[in-house]
């Protein structure tokens, strides 16, 4: 099993923990044992945060309330919801939990997110399972993070998502031999003619067809899988060409282009939300859902100008690490802080416990949920009977019954 979970940990009659780090930085066995030494391992990451050496603190302040600052939705019936009258606080961290199937996807996205942009004219059809909403009009902009690729083809990569990219294109089209030969951004790209090799058409592979057997990748020949014609690949910049900066990591690349403020900016982001270890070409096929969705995040942080938005994320912790959800903690108070606000559906403690506030459904899943349990902070929550989230809070906050 591969977990990160601390209670299947605890449970585990043996575990291998690999690291130290990611990426790079990883591919290492750092202990194969049982769990009680492993929290008494000093090498491990996963060990300090077991045994609390590190861990991921309560807030010292939760963001109050704005007076009038909410959305408000309007008997909820879709599915399993009981007729809820449901209000989303502005400009916090508001958490959507309870166990699977009480209701909270179907709540957060066919009524709250469907409603929001019906309501902004972005769709034609009405969605149904409420009767309105109110409060759009104080948001500028709605938008649903979730953990789908952020490419299906070799083409779409972090560079290119993140349109850092863009920058390092123009970084060498302005060097003297580019200028030279002729060579404009246009020409270091591996999606335009003017660039890539067209023998592979920028892939960097080809595919031969098989009578019988499965399709066969293979390296272009022309190219030696580095998708740039010829001419293309001797400009340098620093020493490198276009191919090989691609192939630097996010924070190989952040010393290599130093001095390059923009371009800095977004590579920075990556790294402060634990993806520093990523190629800037690596294929988006080859990234998990994780990190497609805090490639996503990054890109909104690194917008200059994007505030006053509605972020939807849905369970963004799955298959992240105790430091990784740290680093996400700490992006999402980016985020609040350039006046966004935030709804996240969740089940992970160390997120619910950080949350400005909570709103809980069930009390169990299918037609046993869909009710309001509760709406307020963790502290209250640990105080409401029906909740599982409060039975399970009470252990984070460091409750006793």
């Known amino acids: 099993m591969v977990e990160h979970d601390a209670e299947i940990m605890k ?20 202990y194969q044992g049982d769990y009680s030494s492993l929290i008494n391992n000093s090498t491990s990451l996963t060990g300090k945060y077991l045994n609390k050496m590190l861990n991921i603190p309560v807030p010292i302040f939760r963001r109050k309330k704005k007076k009038g600052k909410q959305i408000d939705l309007f008997n909820a019936r879709k599915h399993n919801l009981k007729n809820l009258e449901v209000r989303i606080p502005l400009f916090m961290l508001v958490c959507i939990t309870g166990v699977s199937g009480s209701g909270k996807s179907t709540l957060v ?51 290119t998502y993140t349109k850092a990219f863009d920058d390092i294109r123009k970084i060498f089209a302005g060097t003297r031999d580019a200028y030279s030969r002729g060579f404009g951004p246009g020409h270091f790209s591996f ?15 080809v595919t031969v ?56 900016r977004k590579l920075r982001i990556l790294d402060e939300i634990g993806l520093g270890y990523l190629r800037l070409g690596q294929s988006a096929t080859s990234l998990s859902g994780g ?50 606000s935030l709804v996240v559906i969740e089940h992970n403690l160390d997120v619910i416990k950080t949350a400005d506030w909570i709103i809980d459904l069930g009390p169990d899943g299918g037609e046993e949920g869909g009710r309001i349990l509760f709406e307020g902070t963790p502290e209250d929550l640990i105080n409401c009977p029906e909740s599982f989230t409060a039975q399970a809070l009470k252990t984070t906050l460091h409750v006793t019954s």
């Open 291 to 340: 990190e497609a969705q805090r490639i996503k995040l990054a890109t909104f942080i690194s917008r200059a100008g994007a505030k006053n938005t509605l972020f939807i994320f849905d369970e963004p912790t799955t298959g992240l690490h105790f430091e990784d959800i740290r680093k996400l903690l700490s992006a999402f108070d980016r985020l609040i802080g350039a006046g966004n």
């Open 109 to 159: 996205h066919d009524c709250l997110y469907t409603g929001i942009r019906k309501a902004k004219g972005e769709l034609k059809e009405s969605p149904d399972g409420f009767d309105s909403i109110a409060g759009a009009e104080q948001i500028s902009d709605v938008i649903l993070v979730d953990q789908s690729p952020i490419g299906k083809t070799p083409r779409s990569n972090p560079a």
């Open 11 to 30: 449970s585990a009659d043996h575990i291998i923990d690999l690291g130290p780090r990611a990426g790079e930085l990883g591919g290492e066995v750092v």
């Open 191 to 205: 999606n335009l003619a003017a660039g890539r090799c067209e023998t592979c058409q920028g892939n960097g592979s």
């Open 209 to 264: 067809e098989m009578q019988f057997l499965a399709d066969v990748e293979l390296t272009c020949e022309d190219c030696k899988g580095k998708r740039f014609k010829s001419s293309v690949l001797e400009v340098h910049y620093k020493s490198k060409n276009i191919a090989e900066v691609l192939d630097l990591t996010v924070r190989e690349a952040i010393g290599f282009f130093a001095g390059n403020t923009g371009l800095i």
